[in-house]
């Protein structure tokens, strides 16, 4: 039976979304289908105002809309990475731009920022050069630094990412701590996984 092939294309497109499936990409284009024109040409416009319309700051790697950026020497700079009222001793690593905002907002850390490009995953080619070690390395050598703060996730890919910027801190001697992770406030013991307990545990601290 004939099929639209511009819908399939959607279908395809969709699925380079993370957790999108053939399956969910096809729920998805119907419901585009479905929704009004409108609606789903807005969305088309919004995905293009972010290709053309928003930056990554080259040297922390977090995104803000061009027009916030400063530019310096044909590169983006963020206001964060050029404020003076920071703590230039201590720069924070995460494996994503989110969580930047995430622990800017929520905590009262006010050293500096570096954001990899995602994990190290070798199985699936992410190795030290694709999620921005290079950068990385580039970043501390510019000197300043004494702590930095890994705030990646506890999965097998952050365990490894944790483990190797660890190794190169070393190399520069710079103090490295992580963020801890276990019981959530307000949390019962009783309600976590024995992983977690036991990654709490492990990562107590003295009173
Ligand atoms: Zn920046």
Redesign the pocket.
Known sequence: MKQSKHLNDLIDALTILPGVGKKSAQRMAYKLMRNNTEKTLNLSQKLLNVTSMVSN??????Y?DNEDMLMQQND???????AQNRDVSKICVTESPADVYTIDSSTDYKG??FVLDGNLSPLDGRGPVEIGIKRLEARLERGNINELILATSTTIEGEATSHYVQQLSNKFNIKISRIAFGIPLNGELGYLDSDTISHAFKERKEL
């Open positions: 700051c080259k040297i922390c790697g977090i803000l983006h700079d963020c206001h964060l990475c050029i500096y920022y």
